[in-house]
Nanobody, 114 residues
Framework: QVQLVESGGGLVQPGGSLRLSCAAS????????MSWYRRAPGKEREFVAS????????TYAGSVRDRFSISRDNVKNTVYLQMNSLKPEDTAVYYC???????WGQGTQVTVSS
């Protein structure tokens, strides 16, 4: 069964930065595209970013393009989300997911507030 462990969340002021990590195990990490999603209070979970398995092609939601950057390390079986110029509307629980495989991690809380 897929195991995903997100970390790196916290409280940050508007305009600040955070780097999220997602450690993956129990599947062939380098064979799967990976994605980040988020769920804000009272809202549905939404797509944030994705990265292909080996070519590293990235895709972003319009709301985070030019502020967030997804990357991966296929040796460490880890996917990252660098978040810059954070806004209060980025407040959410952030989750990573292996594209095409069931299962979610527990998520990591990001709160953007002054």
């Amino acid at each position: 069964q897929v195991q995903l462990v997100e970390s790196g969340g916290g409280l940050v002021q508007p305009g600040g930065s955070l780097r999220l990590s997602c450690a993956a195990s129990r599947f062939s990490f380098s064979s799967y595209a990976m994605s980040w999603y988020r769920r804000a209070p009272g809202k549905e979970r939404e797509f944030v970013a994705s990265i292909t398995s080996t070519s590293g092609i990235t895709t972003y939601a319009g709301s985070v393009r030019d502020r967030f950057s997804i990357s991966r390390d296929n040796v460490k079986n880890t996917v990252y989300l660098q978040m810059n110029s954070l806004k209060p509307e980025d407040t959410a629980v952030y989750y990573c997911k292996a594209v095409g495989l069931p299962g979610w991690g527990q998520g990591t809380q990001v709160t953007v507030s002054s």
